[in-house]
């Protein structure tokens, strides 16, 4: 992009420089933060990571310094280009599908072949037969068919079961008969299907002999293979302009009376008979819930690496931006000049932004946990045994909604921490921001989520309740099973109190987790009593079954950080674990960030352990100390934390955030490319032109 | 905009219809709403609104439907060709100030000119001589120069004392040498400084005889008023993309020695003698004080219409929108039909909407009641009085900090609660979230604010607690001050407790005030406490200051609320009071709205109030079941507290809210004119070509 304004050469920001200032801040740190990397994603991780960076940083097509200026064709267009670029380099570098992925977050943008590979073609691989199969998915792994996911629609979101458009099967030609019966079924946010796909898996209610079967899958080619205009009866479009991912183009589709042949129906799990329209049931739908498990903790990893984005500009920002003199304690530059204090400095940005960093390990620790009993489980489902599916999908349902809603509240705060610069574009903020927040509706609304895991908890206390008063069987279930033993713990006696004396008994994991546990278990056995005894509806406790949701995956989020903090049996500890057990100035390092992480949370829903009696107020004040004291421990550390989940500038593409701290430097570079900059305009009111005669670019 | 897709006529949105559904929630209200639009804006009043609208809704300059399709180039030549016509509307129709300003909110877009309007000629009018005025006000008042205010740098916000521009007397030539010495002190930010205007009024350092005075106001030539280029020496472009905003140019300009005449420092307040240099005092600095005070109060009134704007659509579009059958109450139709449920009528949905309308309320009628204090202190201050002063800023400064707070996150709260749909620019959500956010930030950033209030609590605190205990002078001041009273009424007996014993308790304005008085003044007197007795430093206290501020500013909402309710004496009863005091219907049914914002702020910060030992563990308890109740008590009046802001369609510009309910309708005819929707694409991936080549249209 060129450069419309030169700006002089010879300025330099104020002293201190801020490279200066990052290399100060880095030189406090109390551990390696190389370590640290390698713990969080091991050698092979980190090696295969900057092998890709290194292929996508040198690539002209893959370059995100234009990205900022662009209208929304602009960006489509890029974002097709760029999809168009990663197909091509995947076949040229053999990438695995782990590798694709990797290239994937750190290109950062939703593109229009991005639901193809995400979701057209896993459902016929999930859901397909083998003759399906070859009839549909050899053509789209070779990208000769591109298909998309319509299952939305213009009328119906989370609740699948309420979908309209009808797959009626006609026996006389043994089709089915894909319609549109009102504006509301108009399917609706499909990714890739409003300019790009020719084919769809369309969501749709099966009507056989008069029955209506529910929604089911099916292949509908929808555009035709030369002209790529929609075929006959269909219509199609892109549903228009969105808060983010302006470069994927969501579409709409409408059916009027389209026929497709039987065959078309993905029939791995559900059957229409040919003639007799007889429909056959899918088996046990345990399968599905363990894919929506994986998926789930994708995006909880996911929210821990967006969190762990936003405090690395945040806080590399507010050790480089400096604002007022703190008169009590100035800051005085070797010659003796008073200059102003770091934005870092003030207890206030440290309270805004150091629980973020801490909310990014205890998820991005959470999200590996989950993964792997995810691998588990499916270890265990193999051989026909399914008991870690019931808690893990529970589990997954709530945590997916708290981090993911954590993860947008806090980008945003970490935003607005920045102060007016934050607003900018090259803040490395805002696009970001926008793209990031479907994560909080799509794979389960983040409110619907919550009432899956409270329904689950429920039954759990309800059959511990009835068991004879806590039987020997959960008491040794409460060995494998955190969620009995705070139940069990709990209704071992229903008053106890906490026994912290001093602000840092807060600082022990023992009391952190019977808080959280006690919290947990005290909210759900008044719900249950209320729903049991007090004959209150569902609806009436919707907004207690939220609080619920969370009073649990928060008690999850602490058990698993506290976790990967203690030493575990050797056969168990991975490489990562290893290095982290092996150097205690990064344990101790980290053990800052779970203490904090658990009594800012704690903090956050104070009310609700005051309220139950088991925290005082005396105890309520401690905490508030300890907090505190966390921050100030973790203050020498906060850009080793954030340098150590290795973000690169690359996926950044952030001017307050740059490792190099060249904040202002880049700010007025990225400013000076402004396409604006290129126009001169007529400035007298009266006079309807907009620019200039003899105006130099046009826009 | 063209329709680049045909949608099927025949096709309506499944019953029932959102017009039918609206219709029944407006039907359901138990009051007038058109009684409840004069409370809020006078006969007369409304009527302006309503001549304005007219006017503005038929000119085709002005017409909004395009503009959710703009990229930045586009809305930029929107706002410029805009901000013509408006100058030319204002002339047409002979506006006045606050004319222009109601035309100006519903137009609802920042533009090139905007800053000359309402910074450039105030501050001229305001801080200039009448030699002054006359060179440059009267030219700027008929648009023969445009002007910017620049005054925020690139590494300079909220301390204005830190700017770093320099404005240095040369007794030689009589003139001032505008500099630029450092990168950091590039003007950054400025409204329409990027492209339009070629006069700014820019604060910078004055030196003088060596000596540096600090940050004062100059009136610089910025451009040719032929060429439309910079002058020389000076450096000007624009920020480049932000957040919102984009329709504004704000810019950036740097300085190289540039001299201007001694004559062009706004010279009202201070002055620089001619050839010797010497510099006179500012006298003292409460006028501008006032009007701080004043912007701010008009920042108040604008958070509650924001919020009213934020609540307008989600609520309307909650009444449409249904999902999921409630199966313990399900919506049956007349031809018994079970249909799914509305969304509104989902505690959760209530539990996150309905606070938003009492917030509406409740900032508005404070903004309002800033607003006549603040004509008070005018009158005063006309007489040489100044005792509403120092309340009045601190009140103000804590209260814009709060209310703008609250808007950004129910605004964005309201967003969320639309689902889906809330993601698409269509939603009428994303620009207007976009660009309200600076409120956050200029006029005070929010953080900073807090300390000014919270400085002024102490002081108070201080003298009341040091004049030998509560002195009858205070008593008597405490009738006028709702702060002294508070506090008076805590050291009369610190260890009081709240007196509620049973849920509906929670509905007496006494005991609200009580609680939020003890909650404010216990944060105090722990603060003072900690600073005075046990040598706190400022910097450490930050998180608690800014807690104290939000604990004062909570409760004189919701003082004004109920000062809103209550009878007043009949001369001070203005038009709009006396209509709700002479319809108890309407007072009931704002007294539910009013309890809610009380107990429903009161739930979001109970821990600070349990913390205190004021309120029991039970009581928190009885509170949240009160405001279950108070949910159900608004739950009829829901639309109708909306519809009553008579915020009209073409402010909204949204699909979700219109007033109509034809949601669905209206999302997919504006997704029909996405122009993306005229091109065709090669999907090819190993074919880099974009487009077909028989493409229908570029983008």
Not at 84 to 106: C, G, P, Y
Not at 242 to 249: L, M, P, R
Not at 458 to 465: A, D, G, V
Request: aromatic fraction near 10%; charge should be neutral; glycine fraction near 6%.
């Amino acid at each position: 992009m060129t450069s419309y304004i030169k700006i002089p050469s010879h300025l330099t920001p104020s002293d201190p420089q801020g490279s200066e200032l990052l290399a100060r801040e880095r030189s406090k740190a109390t551990f390696d933060v190389n370590e640290l990397t390698l713990v969080l994603y091991g050698a092979e991780g980190l090696s295969r990571f900057k092998k890709i960076l290194k292929i996508l940083e040198s690539d002209p097509t893959l370059d995100k310094s234009d990205i900022y200026y662009m209208g929304r064709n602009e960006l489509f267009k890029y974002a097709l280009r760029k999809d168009k670029r990663m197909i091509q380099l995947a076949a040229t570098h053999k990438w695995s599908a782990d590798e694709f992925n990797v290239a994937d977050k750190l290109v950062d943008m939703s593109g229009p072949y991005g639901i193809h590979q995400r979701m057209f073609i896993p459902t016929i691989m999930g859901q397909g037969t083998d003759e399906q199969k070859s009839k549909f998915l050899t053509p789209a792994l070779k990208h000769e068919i591109i298909g998309c996911y319509a299952q939305t629609e213009l009328g119906h979101g989370s609740n699948v079961q309420g979908l309209e458009t009808t797959a009626t099967y006609i026996p006389e030609t043994d089709e089915f008969e894909i319609h549109t019966p009102h504006l509301t079924a108009a399917k609706w946010w499909a990714g890739g299907l409003g300019r790009t796909a020719n084919h769809s898996v369309v969501m749709a209610r099966l009507i056989t002999n008069g029955q209506d079967k529910g929604p089911h899958p099916f292949i509908v080619q929808i555009r035709d293979l030369t002209t790529h205009e929609p075929l006959p009866g269909i219509t199609i479009g892109d549903i228009g302009p969105k808060f983010g991912y302006n470069s994927t183009d969501n579409g709409f589709m409408l059916f009027d009376h389209v026929r497709i042949p039987r065959f078309n129906m993905l029939s791995k799990y559900s059957q229409v008979t040919k003639g007799t329209g007889e429909y056959k049931n899918p088996p046990n739908e345990k399968l599905s819930y363990g894919t929506m498990v994986f998926v789930r903790s994708i995006i909880i990893l996911g929210a821990g690496l967006a969190l762990a984005r936003a405090a690395t500009i945040s806080v590399r920002y507010s050790a480089v931006r400096r604002q007022f003199v703190d008169k009590e304690n100035p800051t005085i530059l070797p010659n003796g000049q008073v200059v102003e204090t770091a934005v870092l400095d003030y207890t206030m940005q440290q309270y805004r932004l150091f629980p973020v960093i801490a909310q990014a390990y205890a998820i991005y620790f959470t999200g590996e946990i989950i993964i792997n009993l995810y691998k588990q489980y499916i270890d265990q489902s193999s051989r026909g045994e399914f008991s870690l599916l019931a808690d893990l999908h529970a589990s997954t349902s709530g945590l997916k909604s708290l981090t993911t809603s954590i993860a947008v509240d806090s980008i945003e705060d970490c935003r607005r921490a920045c102060g007016g610069h934050g607003y900018s574009n090259f803040s490395g903020f805002t696009r970001f921001y926008q793209d990031y927040l479907p994560n909080t509706t799509w794979e389960g609304d983040n409110y619907i989520l919550t009432q899956q895991t409270a329904r689950y908890l429920f039954k759990t206390y309800r059959e511990i309740l009835h068991s004879k008063q806590q039987s020997e069987e959960f008491s040794l279930r409460s060995n494998e099973s955190p969620t009995i033993a705070y139940m069990l713990r709990y209704l071992s006696n229903p008053s106890q109190k906490c026994t912290v004396i001093s602000p840092s008994d807060f600082k022990n994991p023992e009391v952190q987790l019977a808080i959280y546990g006690y919290r947990a278990a005290y909210l759900i056995a008044r719900a249950v009593d209320q729903i049991d005894n007090h004959k209150k509806s569902w609806n009436s406790m919707l907004v207690e079954i939220n609080r619920i949701s969370r009073a649990h995956c928060e008690y999850i989020l602490v058990h698993n950080f506290i976790l990967t903090l203690q030493p575990q049996t050797s056969d168990s500890m991975n490489e990562k674990r290893r290095i982290l057990h092996n150097s205690p100035s990064l344990k101790t390092g980290l053990t800052s960030v779970c203490n904090l992480f658990a009594l800012h949370t704690m903090e956050k829903n104070l009310s609700e352990s005051l309220e139950s009696g088991y925290l005082s107020p005396k105890q309520s004040e401690m905490l508030r100390v300890q907090i505190s004291e966390s921050l100030n421990e973790i203050r020498p550390n906060a850009v080793a934390l954030v340098d150590a989940f290795y973000l690169p500038d690359y996926l950044l593409n952030s001017a307050l955030g740059r490792y190099d701290g060249k904040v202002y430097e880049t700010m007025i570079e990225w400013a000076s490319k402004e396409p604006l900059n290129g126009i001169t305009l007529d400035v007298n009111p009266y006079s309807d032109k907009l620019f200039r005669n003899d105006v130099k670019a046009k826009i």
